[in-house]
């Protein structure tokens, strides 16, 4: 009977964590960078997912980063999490 008791535990354990993953989902990258960012800078940066194909990734990244320059690093910042954080969808 004791076993029964620990079996029924453990299912309902295993439920509640099911539960929980449910509600509380991994961050992508995009959002842990930008909570990251948020907590080391102050600045709190919302990045909304690209809409490109995850195929372009590998053309994509490159190109931003080459265009990446001292006065437009932020906005190429974004779209670069954009990007990530669509490919983690």
Not at 25 to 45: E, K, M
Not at 66 to 87: G, H, P, Q, V, Y
């Amino acid at each position: 009977m004791l076993a029964s008791i620990a079996g029924k535990l453990e299912g309902r354990k295993a439920e509640i964590e099911k539960w929980e993953e449910e509600k509380n989902p991994p961050l992508s990258i995009g959002q842990a960078w930008s909570g990251f960012l948020a907590s080391v800078t102050g600045n709190v940066i919302t990045v909304a997912p690209s809409k490109s194909a995850p195929s372009k990734l590998s053309s994509d990244v490159p190109a931003i980063l080459k265009s990446m320059t001292a006065a437009n690093w932020k906005a190429k910042r974004t779209k670069l999490l954009a990007l990530l954080s669509n490919e983690i969808h």
